[in-house]
C-alpha cells in the first residue's frame, strides 16, 4: 500500500508544481496521505489531472514525441536523418529488448494505468465528494486506463491487463490475449461514456476528456476490432456533435476555421489535447519544439517513389499547409520536407501559449465512419465522408468506388494523408488491415514496407517486450522474433 501513497503524493505533488492551469483549484499543500486526496473535490481532482500534467512534462516520453515519432519510423512516414541508436531500430525496424524508447512506451502507459486505477478505488470509495465530481472523475479514469491499454496492446500485442493496484499479483502477471485487453478496453469506455459530459471541466479547455473524447476511442476501437456496425454508429455520434466541433476549411489563411489553425489549443477541431506544462524558452508543444527546425530538418518526410513525400495528390492542401520545407544553400540543392501541423517551434519571449498536443482530432470520426461503412457495403456513403476530408484538403471528389477492395484503397490513402505524424495511426493501420495478397498470416505491413525497407520482417509488427519487464516478471514471453 505505501506505492499507492508515493504515486498519489507525487501525482498532488507535480500537479501543484506544474500543472495549475489544467484545473484552478488551490495546491493540495500538505494533504498528501490517500486517506484525505479522495475527501474533497479538489484533491481529488487534483490526483487526476496529475496524470495529464505528466504526461507531457517533458519531451521524448510515451505521450508526446514517443507515441507518434517511433511509430511513424517503424512505418513509413518519416525519418531521423542523423545517427541516433534508438531511432534507427525503428526505422529499420530490428528492435531490441533493450532499446530506452520501447522501456518508456512500456513502462509510462502501465504508470498511468496504475494511478488511474488508484483514482478508480479512490473515488469508488470516497463519500464525500459531490455527485458530479465523483462521476466525471470516474469517468476520466477509466477513459484513461482504456486509452494506456489500447497503445499498450497495440505496441506490443497481448499484455497484461492491469484492473487493480494489488502490486504483487500484477507485477508477476501474465500477457492476457489481445481479445480479452480489447473486451475490457471497450467497457471502461463504455462506462466512461456514461460518466462524463459534453462540456469539458475545469475551465472548459479541451484538455480532459469528455463524453465525446470516449466516444471517438470507443468508435476507433469498434472499428480495430472488426465491429463495424458498432464503428459507425458510434462515429455518427461524434460527427452529429456539430455545436464543439467542425472540419476547419476557410479559405482565409488568417481566420480562425482556416485548417493551419487545426492545431491550435481549444480548436474546434480539438477532441482532446495535452496542454504544455513546461513553456522555457518559449516552448508550446514538444513535437512542434522538436520537428520544427531552423536549419537542415532533422525529421523528414520518406522520399522516392513509395515515400510520403510523394504520397500527397496534386494540389492537397494537407501538403501546402501541413508540411514544411527546407532547401539546402549549396549545390546540388536538395529540399526537404518535414510534418509541419504544429506551426511553432518557439514562440517570442513572453508570448501566450497558442498551441496545444492534439491527442484525439475530430476528423477522425469521418474516416473511422468510412472504413465502417466499406466494411457494411455501404460505399456511395463511405464516398461522402471521405470527400468531407478532400473538400478541406481542395481535392476533387471521389466517384463511387467500384468495389469494397477499392473503396479500402480510397480510405488508405485519406488516412496516410490526413493522418501523417499523429499518435502511430499510419502504423496501426498497415498491422491490423489484411495483406491483399490473401495471405491470412500477412498484413497490409507485408505489403508496403518491404517496398522501401529490404530487411523488412513480419515478426517487427510487434515491439519486442523491454528487458526489464522479461527480468522482473517471471510470467512475461517475449514476442516473436526477438528471443
Not at 490475449?177 to 462524463?196: F, R
Not at 468506388?401 to 493501420?429: C, I, Y
Request: hydrophobic letters at 40%; a neutral charge; charged letters at 20%.
Amino acid at each position: 500500500m505505501k506505492i499507492i501513497y508515493y504515486i498519489l503524493s507525487l501525482a498532488l505533488i507535480s500537479t501543484g508544481l506544474s500543472c495549475k492551469k489544467y484545473v484552478e483549484i488551490e495546491d493540495p499543500k500538505d494533504q498528501l496521505a490517500t486517506g484525505t486526496v479522495f475527501t474533497t473535490d479538489a484533491t481529488a481532482t487534483a490526483a487526476m489531472v496529475g496524470i495529464y500534467s505528466d504526461m507531457n512534462a517533458s519531451n521524448y516520453q510515451f505521450a508526446n514525441v514517443l507515441a507518434s515519432f517511433t511509430c511513424a519510423m517503424a512505418a513509413d512516414e518519416f525519418v531521423y536523418a542523423s545517427v541516433l541508436a534508438n531511432f534507427d531500430e525503428f526505422k529499420n525496424n530490428a528492435l531490441t529488448s533493450g532499446n530506452t524508447y520501447v522501456g518508456i512506451m512500456w513502462s509510462s502507459p502501465y504508470n498511468f494505468i496504475y494511478r488511474s486505477n488508484a483514482v478508480i478505488e479512490g473515488v469508488t470509495a470516497s463519500s464525500t465528494l459531490t455527485p458530479a465530481v465523483k462521476n466525471q472523475l470516474l469517468g476520466e479514469a477509466k477513459f484513461m486506463r482504456a486509452f494506456c491499454h489500447f497503445y499498450l496492446v497495440n505496441f506490443f500485442g497481448d499484455v497484461p491487463l492491469i484492473l487493480n493496484t494489488d502490486v504483487l499479483s500484477n507485477s508477476n502477471k501474465a500477457r492476457s490475449p489481445k481479445a480479452e485487453v480489447y473486451a475490457a478496453i471497450v467497457q471502461d469506455l463504455k462506462e466512461a461514456k456514461s460518466l462524463l459530459v459534453a462540456a469539458y471541466p475545469g475551465a472548459g479547455e479541451r484538455t480532459r476528456p469528455n463524453k465525446t473524447a470516449a466516444t471517438l476511442l470507443l468508435s476507433r476501437v469498434y472499428l480495430y476490432t472488426g465491429n463495424n456496425a458498432l464503428a459507425e454508429s458510434e462515429a455518427s455520434d461524434v460527427i452529429a456533435n456539430t455545436t464543439q466541433y467542425s472540419i476547419l476549411k476557410n479559405a482565409d489563411p488568417n481566420d480562425a476555421a482556416h485548417m493551419t489553425k487545426a492545431f491550435l489549443k481549444n480548436s474546434n477541431e480539438a477532441v482532446w489535447q495535452l496542454q504544455v506544462v513546461n513553456t522555457l524558452g518559449g516552448r508550446n508543444t514538444w513535437e512542434g519544439n522538436t520537428l520544427i527546425s531552423t536549419g537542415v530538418p532533422l525529421y523528414r518526410l520518406t522520399k522516392g517513389a513509395y515515400g510520403l513525400e510523394t504520397g500527397f495528390e496534386a494540389g492537397d492542401k494537407r501538403f501546402s499547409n501541413w508540411v514544411g520545407s527546407y532547401s539546402t544553400t549549396t549545390a546540388p540543392v536538395v529540399t526537404h520536407y518535414y510534418p509541419f501541423k504544429y506551426k511553432v517551434r518557439v514562440g517570442a519571449t513572453g508570448a501566450a501559449v497558442t498551441e496545444y498536443s492534439m491527442v484525439l482530432r475530430f476528423a477522425e470520426a469521418y474516416l473511422i465512419r468510412a472504413e465502417a461503412r466499406v466494411g457494411l457495403n455501404r460505399l456511395a456513403e463511405a464516398k461522402d465522408d471521405l470527400n468531407v476530408l478532400r473538400a478541406r484538403a481542395g481535392l476533387t471528389p471521389l466517384m463511387v468506388a467500384a468495389s469494397p477492395a477499392l473503396a479500402m484503397a480510397q480510405v488508405e490513402q485519406e488516412r496516410r494523408v490526413e493522418l501523417f505524424s499523429e499518435w502511430g495511426h499510419r502504423w496501426f493501420d498497415l498491422k491490423r488491415w489484411k495483406s491483399l495478397s490473401g495471405d491470412p498470416l500477412k498484413s497490409r505491413a507485408d505489403d508496403i514496407l518491404p517496398l522501401s525497407k529490404p530487411s523488412w520482417k513480419p515478426t517487427a509488427v510487434l515491439f519486442p517486450i523491454p528487458v526489464e519487464a522479461m527480468r522482473t516478471n517471471p510470467n512475461m514471453v517475449q514476442n516473436p522474433g526477438y528471443n
